[in-house]
């Protein structure tokens, strides 16, 4: 079993950056379809495993029954949820209800972390949400 895996998009890719101590299986631009369909069957087995998923999905696309699908599959002890910043409020809604049922906890990405294009973390961003990870299930 891993101690921590970090699953997701490219906030989910930056943030492996920066928590090396962490597998991370990312790919920049992904959305949930996708992902469900190369990797959800390879997830590892994990003390702690955080999801960053949603950004990249178009309107029309799936997105809440894939991020059921995706979270079903994952075996951790504990999941974290980054709250993406930039999706629709109804998707977000869903990933705080999908955590609560779940007994997930989640991240929201503060302003002050966010690079002008207010979807991703700055340098500093990631280095604050990689600690914010960490202390949260310490």
């Known amino acids: 079993m891993l101690d921590c895996l970090i699953i997701g998009d490219s906030i989910a890719k930056?943030?492996?950056?920066?928590?090396?101590?962490?597998?991370?299986?990312?790919?920049?631009g992904i959305n949930t379809q996708n992902f469900l369909n190369t990797y959800s069957a390879k997830i590892?087995?994990?003390?702690?495993?955080?999801?960053?998923?949603?950004t990249n999905d178009p309107k029309d696309m799936h997105t809440h029954?894939?991020?059921w699908l995706i979270r079903e599959r994952v075996d951790a002890q504990y999941v974290i949820w980054i709250l993406p910043n930039d999706t629709r409020a109804e998707?977000?809604?869903?990933i705080e209800?999908?955590?609560?049922?779940?007994?997930?906890?989640?991240?929201?990405?503060?302003?002050?972390?966010?690079?002008?294009?207010?979807i991703h973390p700055t340098s500093k961003g990631y280095?604050?949400?990689?600690k914010v990870t960490m202390?949260?299930?310490d």
Do not use: Q
């Open 91 to 94: 998707t977000l809604d869903y």
């Open 127 to 130: 280095k604050e949400l990689g």
């Open 14 to 28: 930056g943030l492996g950056d920066v928590r090396r101590d962490c597998m991370t299986i990312a790919k920049v």
């Open 65 to 67: 029954e894939n991020l």
């Open 97 to 118: 209800a999908l955590a609560r049922d779940f007994g997930d906890g989640t991240i929201k990405l503060h302003k002050e972390w966010l690079s002008k294009d207010n």
């Open 135 to 137: 202390d949260i299930v």
């Open 44 to 54: 590892p087995t994990s003390n702690i495993t955080i999801i960053s998923l949603s």
